[in-house]
């Protein structure tokens, strides 16, 4: 059974605290993505991966940055965590077009 | 990518079928089109993919005109566990998926 396990499913932090989200897959995918849900807005592209080191922003990179140091791996760093960051986090792996979520982290930044 | 336009939401009552409607006039030549699910509290699920013509799963049926602008999901004979966001996609074979804001489905008894 396919697996993308995200760290944590809730996460409170403080305004300006560095904050990591960790994302971890098992299917050997080359691709990886990060979003945010928020309602009424869908679910907006952070930052996508297609390789080991690399990646390309999405729609909304501004405010984070991204870490693929494995292919098993992908990190999104919110450098200083600010109140409007408080959303649902979800990171995806995917090959041909076939993408596959975890279960989500809720981050609240107060 | 190529931009999608889809309806914000549609109502249906069980055992109808249900046909969501994509616009993607942009597409390009390598691009296909792809379908999730999401159901509250969970990330989406992917229910279809096709390039042109019709296909069809033990899901759902795409249905895509030869010009390739638009394409339709077809759920046939739903049920109240089909109440969902229906997202349609357009990208090529490089991956990157955009999603848009989806079609919230209401299936009402």
């Known amino acids: 059974d396919v697996k993308v396990t995200q760290s944590s499913r809730y996460l409170v932090k403080r305004t300006g605290e560095k904050v990591f989200l960790e994302c971890v897959q098992d299917?050997?995918?080359?691709?990886m993505f990060w979003y945010r849900q928020d309602p009424g807005l869908g679910l907006r592209l952070i930052y996508f991966?297609?390789?080991?080191?690399?990646?390309e922003k999405g729609d909304i990179p501004e405010g984070y940055s991204v870490s693929r140091e494995k292919k098993e791996r992908f990190s999104l760093i919110l450098e200083s965590a600010s109140t409007n960051q408080t959303s649902m986090y979800l990171c995806a792996s995917s090959r041909d077009r076939e993408a596959f979520f975890g279960q989500g982290t809720r981050l609240t930044v107060v | 990518l190529a931009k999608t336009t889809q309806p914000i939401s549609m109502d249906s009552y069980e055992g109808q079928e249900v046909n969501i409607t994509c616009s993607h006039n942009n597409i390009a030549t390598n691009d296909y089109i792809t379908w999730y699910q999401q159901f509250p509290s969970q990330g989406p699920r992917f229910i279809i993919q096709?390039?042109?013509t019709k296909v069809t799963n033990e899901v759902a049926s795409l249905f895509i005109p030869a010009d390739r602008k638009s394409s339709t999901l077809s759920l046939p004979r739903v049920s109240l566990s089909d109440t969902a966001v229906y997202y349609c996609?357009?990208?090529?074979?490089?991956?990157?998926?955009?999603f848009g804001q989806g079609t919230t489905l209401q299936v009402k008894p």
């Open positions: 096709g390039y042109k």
């Open positions: 991966s297609y390789d080991v080191k690399m990646k």
């Open positions: 996609l357009v990208g090529d074979i490089k991956g990157k998926l955009i």
């Open positions: 299917m050997d995918h080359e691709n």
